[in-house]
């Protein structure tokens, strides 16, 4: 039955907080040994080559998001709007799933969560074989990981860091 309230408090609502669930002094949970990655609005890997020349320039026109990634002992990777500071989404790894209701409620004792440090890079989405050989598609991929908060890592598309959904 707490299921749902549980969601949201996780979400950062505060509804139910200090009687339901644990009182905290802030909805963003403790960063202990992530570092943050800030990803350019405009890549610059740096390939030569005027496909991935033309993936910066769609880029560049499109004005993507500069973002900084963060992981968090609440159990999620956190994107930020690297101008505004506003969460553009978070992430909840599947590592994380187990102990998620335990942040929740007192007594509580602090566990590791997604603690491990993102990076993003460029990468090619699609292959083309033809001659000579090419990226006919390219995107930017962050990986993250569990950290000191259990085993794994995760990759997202944040080619487009405002776009991510739940979905």
Known sequence: ALGPGRLDYLRGKRVGEGSTYRKRAS?????????????KGVPNAGYKGSDYLNFVKAQKTAARTSAIFVGANDGMLHAFDADDGKELFAYVPLGSYDNL???TSE?????????????????CKTYDASTPPKCSNWGTMLTGFMGAGG????????????SVTAG
């Open 107 to 123: 007594p509580y004792s602090h566990k590791y969560f997604v603690d491990g440090s993102p990076f993003a890079a460029d990468y």
């Open 27 to 39: 909805t963003l949970g403790d960063i202990v040994n992530s570092n943050v990655w800030f990803m």
């Open 151 to 162: 085993k794994g890592y995760f990759m997202i598309d944040v080619t487009d860091p405002a």
């Open 101 to 103: 209701a335990s942040l």
